[in-house]
């Protein structure tokens, strides 16, 4: 088994960037949903409410080593219809650039501490998308912690923390579970519909629900929980437009306490590194899955 993919997200619920090298940190990749849109109340906002969020792109320039955090590195920002109009901001805003500390409100996690962008952005943002917002950032500073029903502690006592991704650092899913998924769709969908972290090729079709613990280079993974999935996923990325599937299928076999399930929310140990697409994957050790296996393994 080998990592074939790996993508991060740096603004929440817009496009992702797929990469042949990511570094691994406590929140999540390096760069992964650091920034998020949110209302004037601080309220965050998703596709899930706002389709049109999907036809937003993202690049980072320059593209270089994850592991060199350089603050020359710059975010570009475009809608898909209107390639011309791009935003541009430091992808890891320097304490100058930051602007007015901000509370806000991502599921459960309220008053976390955010700092707003700039007012550039917040404009851009509105004009494009139609609807007052305003654009956060998440200082090195925030600690949102994961559900402590599934969080683990780190070497200071401390639990598992997150960026501003719905509730886990990393989302593993396998290939073939997406090949399995595709064979029973009349219209195949793409792996960008389930915005993984890690995709893993080489396992059969949802092995990865058991995972409990598995190594990639010199890091430690924690499967948790498997990822309760939404109407995010029925949002086609390449037009914005809602429909029924994958879901409707997915109901049908990968049900779970009335949650339909597909990839593993994964927690990371300390020790970070970079990862790889072409790195082997050794799991260490399994658990009985929540929902039973097409096949044993």
């Known amino acids: 088994m080998i990592v074939s993919d790996l993508r991060i997200y740096p603004i929440k619920s817009l496009g992702g960037i797929s990469v042949s090298e990511a570094f691994v940190d406590e929140k999540g990749f390096r760069y992964d ?3 998020m849109l949110v209302t004037p109340s601080g309220n965050f906002i998703t596709q899930r409410t706002n389709h049109h969020m999907a036809l937003i792109d993202v690049a980072i320039d320059p593209i270089s080593r994850p592991a060199d955090d350089d603050p020359g590195r710059m975010l ?3 809608h898909r219809n209107r390639p011309d109009n791009v935003l541009t901001l430091p992808l890891t805003p320097s304490p100058e650039d930051m602007g007015e500390s901000v509370p806000v409100s991502i599921w ?3 008053n976390v501490p955010a700092v707003l962008v700039s007012a550039e952005a917040d404009r851009w943002f509105s004009d494009t998308l139609g609807i007052p917002c305003r654009l956060v950032f998440m200082p ?3 600690r949102r912690t994961v559900d402590p029903a599934y969080a683990r502690s780190n070497q200071h006592g401390e639990l598992s923390v997150v960026s501003f991704a719905d509730g886990y650092p990393y989302l593993l899913i396998g290939q073939s579970s997406l090949d399995d998924l595709n064979r029973r769709l009349r219209q195949p969908v793409g792996i960008e519909r389930f915005r993984p972290s890690i995709v893993i090729s080489g396992s059969l079709p949802y092995e990865e629900d058991a995972w409990q613990q598995f190594k990639i280079g010199v890091t430690t993974f924690y499967g948790v ?3 309760a999935r939404c109407v995010l996923t029925t949002i086609d990325p390449a037009t914005g437009q809602k429909g029924r599937e994958p879901l409707h299928t997915l109901a049908t076999y990968r049900q779970w306490k009335h949650k339909i399930l597909f990839g593993q929310n994964v927690i990371p140990d300390a020790t970070y590194d970079s990862l790889r ?3 082997s994957v050794e799991v260490v050790s399994r658990v009985t899955p929540w929902l039973a296996p097409p096949d044993k393994f």
Request: proline fraction near 6%; aromatic fraction near 12%; charge should be positive.
């Open 277 to 279: 697409v072409g790195q």
């Open 225 to 227: 929980k498997p990822c």
């Open 108 to 110: 459960d996690s309220e």
């Open 76 to 78: 570009r920002i475009w």
């Open 33 to 35: 949903r650091r920034f």
């Open 140 to 142: 090195d500073s925030t």
